[in-house]
Nanobody
């Protein structure tokens, strides 16, 4: 079994910053892509940022220049540094990881989510 546990969400004022963390544990042979998604009330879950095992990154247009995704492979952890936060960033943020449990089996796993609220 594989578990993803997010932390770092909370309430922040517009223009503020937060750093999310997601630790992956369990039966891990290798972690491929990792990423962050968010889901606002009444909307679908959508990609915020992703990072490959080699460090290549991809961002949603709405967060480019404000958010930075990174990972620590030794700690099996992915981070999302969020700066210049806006009220429209308010959502539940979910961590995602494609985890290989062996050389021939991999699947996507999700965390339970952490709420980010941007409000004055």
């Amino acid at each position: 079994q594989v578990q993803l546990v997010e932390s770092g969400g909370g309430l922040v004022q517009p223009g503020g910053s937060l750093r999310l963390s997601c630790a992956v544990s369990g039966s891990i042979f290798k972690i491929n892509d990792m990423g962050w998604y968010h889901q606002a009330p009444g909307k679908e879950r959508e990609l915020v940022a992703a990072i490959t095992d080699r460090g290549s990154t991809n961002y949603a247009d709405s967060v480019k220049g404000r958010f930075t995704v990174s990972r620590d492979n030794a700690k099996n952890t992915v981070y999302l540094q969020m700066n210049s936060l806006k009220p429209e960033d308010t959502a539940v943020y979910f961590c995602n990881a494609n985890v290989m449990s062996s050389t021939y089996y991999s699947r996507d796993y999700w965390g339970k989510g952490t709420l980010v609220t941007v409000s004055s």
